[in-house]
């Protein structure tokens, strides 16, 4: 009789642990949206081409975290800073025909956190005379403001 006592209480511990486990994976209000997370991530670089294409750098600008703290990293150089960043924009596109059309592709979001997102995607430019493309590597954290960029690392590929 008492080792069926004990082997009742054990089943019992074991039950109460396994529903414990599945209230904290399974509950919705304990777990991330991760699809809504992503689709406002992909708005966002949605958002960020279609100013680039419009040749807004200010608003392409918008995505990324108005902070000191932002980092962009490109070739051998990293910058810091919201305004260096977009500087860095306006000397390097001073025109439409620098700019060209932006196309992001093969975006994989992955998020990391309720607040923090890493995405990984290709990048390219259409342009009248060439086509740069390369890709880039992205961390986002959630704020007041939404999703922004505070993390960029970009990459372009070799010119043929």
């Not at 992503?38 to 958002?47: F, H, K, N, P, T």
């Not at 009248?128 to 007041?144: I, Q, S, V, Y």
Request: net charge negative; aromatic share 10%.
């Amino acid at each position: 009789m008492k080792e069926s006592g004990v082997m009742n209480r054990m089943r019992a511990l074991h039950c109460g642990w396994l529903l414990i486990l599945l209230l904290l994976t399974g509950c919705p209000s304990m777990a991330p949206d991760a699809n809504a997370a992503s689709a406002q991530i992909r708005g966002l670089l949605a958002e960020q081409a279609a100013a680039w294409n419009r040749g807004d750098i200010d608003g392409f600008m918008q995505g990324y975290w108005n902070s000191e703290d932002l980092r962009f990293a490109s070739g051998d150089s990293v910058t810091y800073g919201w305004a260096a960043a977009n500087q860095r924009y306006h000397a390097h596109y001073p025109d439409r025909a620098a700019m060209g059309t932006l196309d992001f592709s093969d975006l994989a979001v992955e998020l990391l956190a309720p607040d923090a997102a890493l995405v990984f995607g290709h990048w390219s430019l259409q342009r009248e005379h060439d086509r740069p493309h390369g890709l880039f590597t992205l961390l986002l954290r959630k704020t007041a403001d939404g999703w922004k960029i505070t993390r960029d690392h970009t990459s372009a590929a070799a010119s043929s």
